[in-house]
């Protein structure tokens, strides 16, 4: 059985960072891209950033680009998302992903999705 599970939201204050991580199982997580996603209220969901299976090319949406740092570790299953000087514009559910290829494929083709952890930007 495949799980995502994400953890590390909150409310934070405007400028403040967090630490965003997801843990993976039931299927072999070096071999498939993996990606952040988010959704405001009253917004779709879009793509944050994404990272192919290797760790080499990575892709970033011009909004977060710059202050947000998406990593990996295959030896434990774990994806992460370093976010930095966040804004109240980044508040939303943040979910992982699973792709279905090794490469990127710019938020396309998701195999699956956590459960999503809420992420409040706020004074």
């Known amino acids: 059985q495949v799980q995502l599970v994400e953890s590390g939201g909150g409310l934070v204050q405007p400028g403040g960072s967090l630490r965003l991580a997801c843990e993976a199982s039931g299927f072999t997580f070096g071999l498939f891209a993996m990606s952040w996603h988010r959704q405001a209220p009253g917004k779709e969901r879009e793509l944050v950033a994404e990272?192919?299976?290797?760790?080499?090319?990575?892709f970033y949406k011009d909004p977060v680009k710059g202050r947000f740092t998406i990593s990996r570790d295959n030896a434990k299953s774990m994806l992460y998302l370093q976010m930095n000087s966040l804004k109240p514009e980044d508040t939303a559910v943040y979910y992982c992903a699973s792709g279905a290829f090794s490469n990127i494929s710019y938020g396309r083709s998701r195999r699956h999705w956590g459960q999503g952890t809420q992420v409040t930007v706020s004074s």
């Open positions: 990272m192919d299976s290797s760790g080499d090319n990575i």
